[in-house]
């Protein structure tokens, strides 16, 4: 094949026959020629493999935000010889490091890349400005108890217990440190248990993505590095119930363990800490990039069982009963594979927020109905009452569709 490619050339460049001749069938041609034909056929088929390449990487792109926890004057927990955000910093950037370096569709961008402070809000604006895929914060845990060791990663939820709530009103109290916390955190105290309550109403659109990130972590730090798994949690972070994409929280270690602390502050362990992270979103970012093409067809058998509700006739005027699924700050597409294939989905924008909701009813056993049939799809939605663009309290609007 390749003789007849140089003879093709050849005869392309009009070389003179005194310069080469055909003996006993095969073709003879000074060494210059013959070096200068091999260059361009290796040329031409190195081009042709990159067009090729080019046209059948339908990757996608993605951006991931890496959150060193603390910094500045906030230095986050206190071990007795070093602070967290000097840990969280030194691991997120070798994180990152080892994310660009070693695949190529992803970017990486920080919310702080030295040693200053971010307000926990800027923190979450970083993510969704840039309409990042993963939201990764990281962050070492203390405990009274210098005994307790161990890594744990935390998704956005209520918390299960009281340990849980305790590292999160830890984590939220950097809020305090802020100017006019009480206006943009809409009232929150990160000390105040009653504050958290507002996270058991809120169920993340990304809940089974974070909690499919979140797991990889933990695995890859009880399989790879040997670290003590505490497990993948839930508790109300504020900075991850701001994100509009998946996201985790992760708890390093236990700077308050004397062993933990040396570990945490060692160079091996932060390599082997970042290399954890780095394989985690490797193996996240690999299952999605495979599953991408073939999603929504799974998607669509799985809610063949599930018979969506036609909704009722209402206006404006009229109260209407409807099943909150979804709360975000930032809009969330209106398509049935974001909110596990169903498809009457409707949105409200409403204090600020994004609430969507499916089934519109005048009647609120029918709504109570509706939701008991999608309490598998989501199990923590609920039922609220709306009027005119905004939401009633329940009694309230019981008694006035009743006495109708």
Excluded at 8 to 34: A, C, D, M, W, Y
Excluded at 286 to 299: C, Q, T
Excluded at 341 to 353: A, F, Q
Aim: net charge positive.
């Amino acid at each position: 094949m390749y003789k007849m490619m140089l003879v093709t050339k050849l005869t392309q460049f009009n070389i003179p026959p005194k310069h080469s001749e055909i003996k006993n069938g095969k073709l003879n041609l000074p060494i210059v020629i013959r070096i200068a034909c091999l260059l361009l056929i290796i040329f031409t088929l190195l081009n042709g493999v990159g067009a090729m390449a080019q046209k059948t990487d339908n990757r996608k792109n993605w951006v991931i935000v890496i959150d060193p926890g603390h910094g500045g004057r906030d230095p986050g927990a206190l071990g007795s010889f070093s602070y967290e955000k000097d840990i969280t910093l030194a691991v997120s950037l070798k994180t990152g490091e080892l994310i660009e370096r070693n695949i190529s569709n992803v970017k990486v961008l920080y919310t702080r890349k030295t040693d200053t402070f971010v307000e926990l809000a800027d923190r979450a604006n970083i993510a969704n400005k840039n309409k990042a895929d993963l939201f990764i914060s990281i962050h070492a845990n203390w405990h009274r108890l210098s005994s307790t060791y161990g890594a744990e990663t935390y998704i956005m939820g209520h918390h299960k217990d009281q340990q849980n709530l305790e590292v999160a009103m830890k984590e939220n109290e950097v809020i305090l440190l802020e100017k006019d916390y009480s206006t943009r955190y809409e009232g929150f105290d990160p000390k105040s248990p009653e504050s958290y309550i507002i996270f058991t109403l809120m169920q993340s659109a990304f809940f089974e993505q974070s909690t499919n990130l979140a797991s990889k972590i933990q695995n890859q730090f009880r399989e790879q590095i040997k670290r003590y798994d505490r497990g993948v949690k839930q508790a109300g972070f504020w900075v991850l119930y701001m994100t509009t994409m998946p996201c985790v929280l992760i708890e390093l270690g236990f700077i308050s363990n004397p062993s933990e602390e040396k570990y945490l502050n060692s160079k091996q362990g932060q390599d082997d800490l970042a290399m954890a992270i780095f394989n985690a979103c490797r193996d996240y970012i690999e299952e999605v990039d495979k599953k991408s093409g073939i999603s929504a067809i799974k998607l669509e058998n799985k809610t063949d069982s599930i018979a969506l509700v036609k909704n009722n006739d209402t206006n404006d005027n009229q109260i209407f009963f409807t099943v909150q699924i979804v709360s975000s700050v930032k809009k969330i597409e209106l398509k049935p594979q974001n909110f596990k294939n169903i498809k009457d989905v409707n949105e409200l924008h409403i204090d600020n927020r994004y609430r969507y909701t499916t089934g519109k009813f005048t009647d609120y056993d029918e709504a109570l109905s509706y939701r008991k049939k999608i309490e598998s799809l989501y199990p923590d939605a609920f039922i609220i009452a709306v009027k005119e663009n905004k939401i009633l309290p329940l009694q309230q609007a019981l008694k006035e569709t009743r006495r109708k």
